[in-house]
């Protein structure tokens, strides 16, 4: 088996288990150890399903209690200040970047015509203006539709957009997209899988992959302890928003595993995908082209 494909079937939590080693050393440190243990220990370590799991908690998402971000009615001057600590945080601990590095990947493969974008869950569209400002630098054109269903947030997304005319707003419900097959080169949707049930998340992902003339790019939290525990950590220390912070917990206890992930895309009937872990395995990228 693949040494990656291998890695993401353990949930990517000990991503070297599969990775190749010469003969004499594989029955030596910790990969040997890991190989030691009798092969059925592995389903109970990793079974989804009831219970608390050894690499990650149990999914926690309940439809009739959202985000604090998705409560209609939500104090307009908190949910300013969240977005705000939202930016900040995709802009210095590498959301943005990250988002940037698949896009050069895909624009690098494509021919140097216009590239139409859309963003699904756009937030406040910090991420569709630093793709512009990209393109900008690089003399690229792209146009972005950036589509959430918050009118609030799309207000605000609208405001900060102001000086970005390749950007257009549309208020949408992401699991009823009124957009034709293959409408856009390119579709992303960041941190915005988890707002919702996994049956919903198929219908998203199976609409992102109709609506892909050439590829798409789904980046979102990897629930874990670690995205766990480093997310309360930095929630609690760096931020007073308190919409960040219990947003960014409960975001974390509904985000999916690799392996999760990977099967929700498989019944949504997306093909040549994969999905690499990110950012200390805090995130993780599902990635397609058409
Ligand atoms: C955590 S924000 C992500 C913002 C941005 N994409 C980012 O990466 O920072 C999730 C976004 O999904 C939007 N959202 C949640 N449920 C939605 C739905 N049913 N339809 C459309 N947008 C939705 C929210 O309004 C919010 O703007």
Redesign the pocket.
């Known amino acids: 088996m693949d040494a990656r494909r291998d890695c993401f079937s353990r949930d990517g939590a000990l991503f070297f288990v599969g990775m190749e080693m010469p003969e004499s050393k594989r029955a030596f440190g910790l990969n040997g150890w890991l190989r030691s243990i009798p092969p059925f220990i592995w389903p109970a370590l990793f079974a989804s399903g009831s219970g608390t799991r050894l690499f990650a908690p149990r999914r926690r998402f309940d439809p009739g209690s959202p985000e604090l ?2 409560r209609p009615g939500m104090d307009r001057a908190l949910l300013r200040e969240e977005l705000q600590t ?1 930016e900040y945080f ?1 802009r210095h601990a590498g ?1 943005h970047w990250l988002v940037l590095q698949y896009v050069k990947r895909f624009a690098a493969s494509h021919p140097p015509a216009s590239l139409n974008i859309l ?1 699904l ?3 406040a569209a ?2 569709p203006r630093a793709l512009v400002a990209w393109a900008r630098q690089n003399q690229r054109s792209l146009t972005i539709t950036a ?4 009118p609030e ?1 799309l207000e605000f997304a609208r405001e900060a957009g102001r000086d970005w005319p390749e950007i257009q707003f549309e208020q ?4 009823a997209l009124p957009y034709a097959r293959g409408s856009f080169d390119l579709v992303l949707c ?3 899988l988890h ?2 049930t996994t049956a919903d998340a198929v219908t998203i992902l199976h609409q992102i992959h109709q609506l892909a003339r050439g590829g798409y790019i789904v980046n979102d939290l990897r629930r874990n302890w670690l995205t766990l525990w480093t997310t309360a950590f930095f929630a609690r220390t760096l931020s007073r928003s308190p919409i960040f912070r219990n947003d960014a917990l409960q ?1 974390c206890r509904a985000a999916f595993t690799v392996r999760e992930l990977r099967a929700l895309a498989e019944q949504a009937g997306l093909s040549n995908f994969q999905i690499e872990p990110h950012q200390a395995l805090c995130r993780m990228v599902l990635t397609g082209r058409k």
């Open positions: 971000m998705d939202l995709n959301g963003d869950g756009t937030g910090d991420i589509v959430d269903g918050n947030m949408h419900d992401l699991r960041s941190l915005t707002h919702f975001s």
